[in-house]
């Protein structure tokens, strides 16, 4: 139906991504705001299975194509553009993931239509469209009003809670064909994967992350030691990663992985809008750094301004010492 909020839901080998609810939380808001219904549009080759995970929208628009396979640019876009031109949604919010964001690069230009990218809201006011978007790498935040008719909308992760995407019954499904007979130019070819044995960032509970402050590829053992002792993991920001003291699969950031532990310890780490962008929506953020400006601190729940070889080791001593007397 016309004017209705959609939402593109993704998916990844066979699992609904959790950005996925975080959108459609957002999108319910917003069709509630404009009074319509919310769709969630759901690209994918057999992934019917998945629909009733997307309770939260009404209804989903299915479409099931062997060219939907793997998440690729031109099948994807060619699919959705069909969609919104034959249908005429509102707006549609699209994650920016690196499976779908690359899909707002060349959708609005073949729809014509404008684009909000790097939103962290959108909230309809007066009949129209205003997003809250970040510029220059997160440095300036700007608001966007889209008048215009379907309107697309890029939304950074963590727009909303995921849990307030999840929907108690199963939405009605209508799936719809599209013609995607023309030939891909790029074409998936094979996935890269993590290093076998290699830790899954983006889903520990508990991250020590250590920056350039970490001064060397030694030093890394008294994180590991303390992420040992708080049951965690390592993780680095790009400098570590680029000087090969940690793996690639270990970066936090813009370029790397977006993270969202229970705990994230920032160590020597200053906090750039690049790294930011990965972890700013970790649910405890601490951070210790020897230079009180350093933009860490502005989105930190804790910070102290200290050398990290003075309070990592004591960390760990006294995290260890409690956890031998509770188990005593
Ligand atoms: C397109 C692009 C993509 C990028 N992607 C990423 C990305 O994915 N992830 C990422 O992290 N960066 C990324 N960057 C790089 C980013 O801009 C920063 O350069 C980088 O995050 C800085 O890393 P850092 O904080 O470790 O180093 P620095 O900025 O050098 O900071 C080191 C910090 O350690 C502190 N320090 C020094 N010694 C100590 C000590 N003994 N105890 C405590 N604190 C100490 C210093 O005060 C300083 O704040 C990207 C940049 C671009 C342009």
Redesign the pocket.
Known sequence: MAGNVWVLAETWRGQVSETTYELLALGRELAAELGVPLQAVLLGHQVKSLTPQLGAAESVVLVDHPALAEPALEPYTYALAQLVKARQPRCLLVPLTNISWEVLGLLPAALELPCANFCRDVRAADGKLQARCLLY?GKVEATAAVSAAPALFGILPGSRPAEKGRGEKAPAVEEVPVELAEAARVKFKKYLEPEAGDVDITQQTVLVS??????NQDNLALAEELAAALGGAVS??????DQGWLPLSR??????ASVKPKLYLA?????????Q??MRNSELIVA????PG?P?FAIAHFGVC????D?VPALTEEIKRRKASRAA
Not at 251 to 256: A, N, T
Not at 306 to 309: I, P, Q, S, W
């Open positions: 790498g250590v920056g350039r402050g970490i001064q680095g920001s790009r400098p570590v990663i970066q936090v950031g813009k370029s790397g160590l020597g780490i200053s906090g750039a809008p690049e790294h962008e990965g210790v750094n020897t230079d350093a860490i200290a050398d990290l070889f309070i």
